[in-house]
């Protein structure tokens, strides 16, 4: 029996490495999520890969976040103080607007926006600059203002 | 036991893509017990070091296992929990197998899973899936039907709380029209929440097609959790 069951294995074996396999390509990554603690600092590693590099021997962790307020995710709305006026914050807000969603912070540089939710304030510091502080978006016959000030 | 030896033969010739055998694959069934198992280490490891790459034909031993799958869910059911464990530990070296108990059931259901390789859109399923270019989950972002042949592509999935919250699932990637099975692994993932993703591109690029993916549970039953499909119109090579 052993005999069969053998090779039967190694077959099984070659199937499930066969289509992604045990390899550690640049094919495939997950949204795994590990923190690490080296010298008094905390990394987020946000994919598999990321974490296994912090993890390993050479701890490198160029793949990850360092902790800090800027990897909190933004969630607060934005306050319309005035109708079709949106108002963000220096901590990052998120906008409803009338046929998006962005989220926004307001930096020394300006106003930053990009798309979606569920972002940190990290993401949102490399999104788009409106220097001015503010941004005027027009949506059918209405224009949706986006501001810090 | 001719079409068994037909069988062995003809998965060892796919698995000899990767390895130096030793053995001619005419002799695989008269080789005595420790020479197979010094052949069926080396095997391991030389497929464990050149696993970084994708397979070039993984259709062979697809069609091999379909037109076969009887036999070889009935051979799996003659082999001892140990072979079969010390295998999958194995293929699975970075996983934690330990929450799948009845071993003889996993393997049947990945070789169900293996060669049935597209989604049923009547299998019910508690959780959700969809594909798209982003790393970031944002409802309602459909994946742009014109792709870049190395780009990645990330198959997000809600579990809507429920299935158990788990660091590991299994996932299959697959094209739709084919049936062929382009990724079939376990991968590990965030517990503490609902949403999670995997990414993956084929090593020889995109093409213009239909593709499936699902996601399963990793226990016995390989119950799955969510299911997709997307089409990619066009290549940008």
């Known amino acids: 029996m052993k005999r069969i069951a053998l090779p039967v294995c190694t077959c099984l074996l070659v199937l499930l490495s066969a289509c992604g396999g045990s390899g550690s390509g640049d094919y495939f990554n997950s949204s795994y999520e590990k923190r690490f603690i080296f010298g008094g600092q905390t990394y987020i590693c946000r994919s598999e890969k990321a974490a296994d590099a912090c993890g390993g021997s050479n701890q490198d962790c160029s793949a990850c976040e360092l902790e800090s307020p800027s990897s909190v995710v933004i969630t607060q709305l934005c306050t319309q103080p005035v109708s079709n006026t949106h108002k963000v914050t220096v901590n990052g807000c998120v906008l409803q607007l009338s046929n998006d969603t962005q989220t926004g912070l307001c930096t020394a540089e300006g106003l930053r926006l990009l798309s979606g939710t569920n972002l940190t304030r990290q993401q949102v510091s490399a999104g788009a600059l409106f220097p001015g502080g503010s941004v005027n978006i027009p949506v059918g016959s209405l224009t949706e203002t986006i501001t810090c000030n | ?237």
């Open chain 2, 1 to 237: 036991m001719k079409f068994l030896a037909a069988l062995v033969i003809g998965m060892f010739c796919f698995g000899l893509g990767y390895c130096v055998a030793r053995s001619t694959p005419e002799s695989e069934p008269t080789v005595s017990e420790p020479n197979q198992d010094m052949a069926v280490e080396n095997f391991i490891h030389t497929i464990q070091q050149k696993n970084q790459t994708q397979p070039e034909d993984p259709t062979a031993l697809q069609q091999q296992l379909k037109e076969q799958k009887t036999q070889v869910n009935s051979i799996i059911d003659q082999a001892t929990p140990e072979q079969i464990n010390k295998y999958l530990q194995q293929a699975f070296p970075d996983y934690d197998l330990s929450n799948i108990h009845d071993k003889h059931a996993f393997a049947k259901r990945l070789v169900g899973e293996f060669v049935d390789a597209k989604n049923d859109p009547h299998e019910r399923m508690t959780g959700q899936a969809s594909v798209t270019a982003q790393q970031q989950y944002m409802a309602n972002n459909l994946l742009p039907r014109q792709v870049y042949a190395g780009q990645q592509l990330f198959a997000h999935f809600d579990t809507l709380g429920k299935t158990p919250n788990n660091e590991q699932v299994f996932v299959r990637w697959s094209n739709q029209a084919t049936g062929e099975v382009l990724f079939f692994m376990p991968q590990r993932i965030s517990a503490n929440r609902e949403q999670n993703w995997v990414s993956f591109k084929p090593a020889k690029g995109w093409k213009v097609g239909s593709y499936d993916v699902k996601y399963y549970q990793l226990n016995d039953q390989l119950v799955p959790i969510a299911q997709t499909s997307f089409t990619i119109d066009q290549v940008i090579e």
